[in-house]
C-alpha cells in the first residue's frame, strides 16, 4: 500500500524501488528503530551477517529495550563466528523477552539455548513447537536445519526443514546455506550445486555461498572450481578470511603444511583486522588441533597458547585444549576441560564431545584406553552429527570416532579400531577439507597390520602415502608412516 500510495503522489519509480524496504514484524514503540531492524533483516537474508550488523546495532541504540533487536543482533554475531559477543546480546533479549510478542518470544528462546547454555535438545523442542504454532515462520524452519538438526546427525529432518524454509521465503539466502550443509554429509554434492545454481538465479548472494562452492569441489576433486571459488573469494567482502582457512585446511589434507600454516596465519590476520578476535581464534585453532594431528607438539602447544589469547569462547577453548592434549602439555588440557564444563554445565556438545573427547585424549596419553572409551560412550547418539568447532574453525569432524579407533589400537584390537577409521572414511563428505579424512587412511593401515590383514594393510598405508606423495617431508606422522609401511611383510 506505501508503494502504490509513493507512486501516485508522483515519486519516481526507481526511487520506491531503491527505498522500497518493507517494514518486519517486530515488537518496538520506535518506528526509527523498526525501520533500522528491518533493512537489518533485509541485508542479513540477502547479502550477509556482517553487512548487517549495523543496522541492528542501530536499532538497539534507538530502543535499547527492543527484544528482537538485540535477538537478531546475537544471531548475526554468532553466525560470523563471535560467539562472546552473539551470548551477550541474546541474554539481553532474553532478559527483555516479556516486551516481545508470543513468536518472538519462540525465536529469543530458541537462540538462548542455542547461544547461551547450548542445549540443542532443549532448542529443538522449543523451535519444534515454534514451527507447529506459526507453520508459515520462516526463521523456526531455518533454525532446525542451520543450527539444531545437522549438530544432532538428524541430516534427512535438515533437509525437510531447509527446503520448508526456502518454500516459505524463497528470497531469503540463509536457507539455501542451510541445505548445502545439510545435502553434503549425506553425499549428495550434485543438489547441493543445484542449490547454489538457484539461489544465483534468484540473484541471492552470501560469503557462504563460495566456501560451498570450495568444498563442493574438493569433494569432488575438482581443482579448476576450487581455485574458480578461492579467487571469487578474494574480491568478496566478509570471504577472505573464511576461505583462506579452508583453504589452509584443504593444502593440510596433502601434506602441504607449510603453505598450509601461511593460509592459516592469512586468515587470522584477516579477521583481526576486521574486528573478529574470536573469529581469529577459530583459525588459529585448527591450526593448532592440525599441528598436533600431524606431531608437532611445540607448534600444537604454542599454536593452542596463542588461540587462548585472542578470544576465550566455547570453541577456541576447546580447540586450544585439544591442541594442549595432543602436544602432551596434560596439565593445560585438563584446566581447560574442567572449566568448560564448569561454565557450560546443560551445553549438549560440550558435554558429548568436547571435555569427553579431551579427557579421552589425556587417557590415550597415560595409555589407559579402556578409561577412553568409557568417557567416548556419550557421544554416540551424535557421533556423525557436525561439530560447532568444525564451523570456522574445520576441526572436531568425527574426533570422537577417531579417538575411539587410536583407544582400540592401544587394546590391540585391530578389528574394531578399523571399524571406526572406516566410519570415518565412509563419512569424507562430513570432513571435507578436515585433515582426520586424510589421517584415518593411515590409521586404517595400522588397525589392519594389527589384525593381520597385510593386503589390506598395505592397500590403506599406500592410500594415505599417495594423498600425500607431493606433501613436506618433515612433517612427523610421514616419516612414521613411511617406517611402518616398509616394515610391512
Known amino acids: 500500500m506505501a508503494s502504490r500510495f509513493r507512486t501516485r503522489i508522483g515519486e519516481s519509480l526507481a526511487t520506491v524501488e531503491r527505498h522500497d524496504t518493507p ?57 560470523l563466528g563471535e560467539s562472546g559477543l552473539a551470548a551477550v546480546s541474546i541474554r539481553k533479549a532474553y532478559e527483555l523477552r516479556d516486551r516481545a510478542s508470543d513468536r518472538e518470544r519462540f525465536y529469543i528462546e530458541t537462540n ?23 507453520p508459515r ?16 546427525g538428524q541430516y534427512e529432518e535438515s533437509v525437510a526443514s531447509a ?36 539461489a544465483a538465479e534468484r540473484k541471492l548472494t552470501r560469503p557462504n555461498f563460495l566456501i560451498d562452492r570450495y568444498d563442493i569441489a574438493f569433494l569432488k576433486g575438482d581443482s579448476t572450481a576450487m581455485e574458480r571459488a578461492a579467487a571469487l573469494a578474494t574480491k568478496a567482502s566478509g570471504a577472505q578470511d573464511a576461505m583462506a582457512a579452508d583453504v589452509a585446511s584443504g593444502l593440510a589434507y596433502s601434506g602441504h603444511l607449510e603453505q598450509a600454516r601461511t593460509n592459516s596465519d592469512h586468515a587470522v590476520q584477516i579477521a583481526l583486522q576486521s574486528g573478529r578476535p574470536a573469529r581469529a581464534a577459530r583459525f588459529q585453532a585448527g591450526a593448532a588441533v592440525r599441528e598436533g594431528l600431524f606431531g608437532n607438539q611445540a607448534a600444537a602447544k ?41 561454565r557450560f554445565p546443560n551445553d549438549t556438545e560440550v558435554r558429548t564431545n568436547y571435555v569427553p573427547s579431551i579427557r579421552a585424549r589425556l587417557a590415550l596419553n597415560r595409555r589407559d584406553p579402556a578409561r577412553s572409551l568409557d568417557l567416548l560412550s556419550a557421544n554416540v547418539p551424535y557421533e556423525l552429527g557436525l561439530s560447532g568447532s568444525s564451523y570456522l574453525g574445520l576441526f572436531d569432524a568425527l574426533y570422537p570416532i577417531y579417538l575411539r579407533g587410536e583407544a582400540y589400537l592401544l587394546q590391540h584390537r585391530g578389528s574394531d579400531a578399523a571399524a571406526e577409521f572406516q566410519k570415518i572414511l565412509n ?36 592410500d594415505f602415502l599417495n594423498l600425500w606423495k607431493d606433501a613436506d617431508p618433515d612433517i612427523p606422522v610421514l616419516r612414521q608412516a613411511r617406517k611402518e609401511f616398509a616394515a610391512l611383510p
Not at 137 to 152: C, E, K, Q, T, V
Not at 435 to 450: D, E, S, T, V
Open 137 to 152: 515462520d520462516m526463521n523456526a524452519a531455518f533454525l532446525l536445519a542451520g543450527w539444531i538438526y545437522p549438530y544432532l
Open 302 to 342: 604454542s599454536g593452542g597458547a596463542a588461540t587462548l589469547k585472542l578470544a576465550r569462547v566455547r570453541d577456541t577453548d576447546y580447540g586450544a585444549a585439544l591442541a594442549s592434549a595432543l602436544a602432551g602439555d596434560d596439565s593445560a588440557a585438563a584446566t581447560l576441560a574442567d572449566d568448560l564444563e564448569k
Open 112 to 134: 538462548y539455548d542455542l547461544v547461551v547454555t547450548g542445549n540443542l535438545e532443549q532448542a529443538r523442542q522449543t523451535c519444534e513447537a515454534w514451527g507447529r504454532t506459526y
Open 23 to 79: 517494514l518486519a514484524e517486530a515488537t518496538t514503540p520506535s518506528l526509527e528503530a523498526l525501520k533500522a531492524y528491518s533493512t537489518g533483516w533485509k541485508v542479513s537474508t540477502t547479502v550477509g551477517d556482517a553487512a548487517s550488523v549495523p543496522f541492528f546495532q542501530r536499532a538497539i541504540q534507538i530502543d535499547s529495550q527492543f527484544a528482537m533487536g538485540h535477538a537478531m543482533l546475537g544471531r548475526m554475531y554468532g553466525d
Open 163 to 198: 527446503r520448508r524454509a526456502i518454500e516459505i521465503d524463497p528470497g531469503a539466502a540463509p536457507p539455501y546455506n542451510a541445505l548445502v550443509l545439510s545435502l553434503e554429509p549425506m553425499g549428495r554434492l550434485d543438489e547441493a550445486e543445484r542449490t547454489l545454481d538457484l
Open 427 to 462: 563419512h569424507l563428505d562430513t570432513v571435507i577439507t578436515d585433515p582426520i579424512g586424510a589421517l584415518a587412511h593411515l590409521q586404517l593401515g595400522r588397525a589392519y597390520a594389527m589384525a593381520g590383514d597385510h593386503a589390506r594393510a598395505k592397500a590403506a598405508y599406500s
